[in-house]
């Protein structure tokens, strides 16, 4: 069985943080490049920020120099370090796994930034 399980999202105010993780099951995630969408009602998913398997990673300009995606291949996570969060980050931010010609996905996990 395949699972990623996102954990982190939550309420915060702009300018602030939050820190996003994404735990996969063991035979996902070696190999497998790594990545965080977001979709908000009414837009297609973008992709927000990914991370091959070994370590290279590519961001959407909007989040470049803000957010920080991370893997720990030792326990099986990816994480999306969110700083300076913008109203506009306001999103369902879902955890990515695809390799090896197939593609999984996790649960979402709501991200809010507000006053």
């Known amino acids: 069985q395949v699972h990623l399980v996102e954990s982190g999202g939550g309420l915060v105010q702009p300018g602030g943080s939050l820190r996003l993780s994404c735990e996969a099951s063991?035979?996902?995630?070696?190999?497998?490049?790594m990545a965080w969408y977001r979709q908000t009602p009414g837009k297609q998913r973008e992709m927000v920020a990914d991370?091959?398997?070994?370590?290279?990673?590519y961001y959407v300009d909007s989040v470049k120099g803000r957010f920080t995606i991370s893997r720990d291949n030792d326990k099986n996570t990816v994480a999306l370090q969110m700083n300076s969060l913008k109203p506009e980050d306001t999103a369902v931010y879902y955890c990515?796994?695809?390799?090896?010609?197939?593609?999984?996905w996790g649960q979402g996990t709501q991200v809010t930034v507000s006053s």
């Open positions: 990515n796994a695809k390799g090896f010609g197939l593609e999984y």
């Open positions: 063991a035979n996902i995630f070696a190999g497998y490049t």
């Open positions: 991370i091959t398997a070994s370590g290279k990673t």
